[in-house]
């Protein structure tokens, strides 16, 4: 979890509980993932209801705790994807998510 960094205000003890969620999440519902630009990673989710409202509720708790993310999730034409951008000090945190996505 090197990859999180300092600003992560979630407690330490929390941190792989989280991180869990999100891979289960990830393993099952992911399609495609694409890094858009340096600071841009696209995330094509199962569009189904339960996947939307599972992500919206993990990616409103990393928000909370993690503010330099942005997170968008959008429902359109069949597709749901999830957008993930962080200021240019973080692309690491990125480069982290982007891997668990990929794993």
Excluded: K, N, Q, Y
């Excluded at 289960?24 to 995330?43: G, I, K, P, Q």
């Excluded at 199962?46 to 993690?66: F, I, T």
């Amino acid at each position: 979890m090197s990859w999180i960094p300092e600003a992560c205000t979630l407690p330490t003890a929390e941190r792989p509980l989280r991180l869990r969620e999100f891979d289960a999440m990830f393993a099952e519902a992911t399609r495609d993932v694409r890094r858009v630009s340096d600071d841009h990673l696209r995330v094509e989710l199962a569009p189904s209801p339960e996947v939307a409202s599972r992500v919206a509720d993990l990616a409103a708790r990393a928000a909370s705790c993690c503010s330099f993310f942005t997170v968008t999730l959008t429902a359109a034409s069949g597709a749901l994807l999830l957008d993930v951008t962080v200021p240019a000090g973080h692309t690491d945190v990125l480069d982290g998510l982007a891997a668990r996505v990929s794993s």
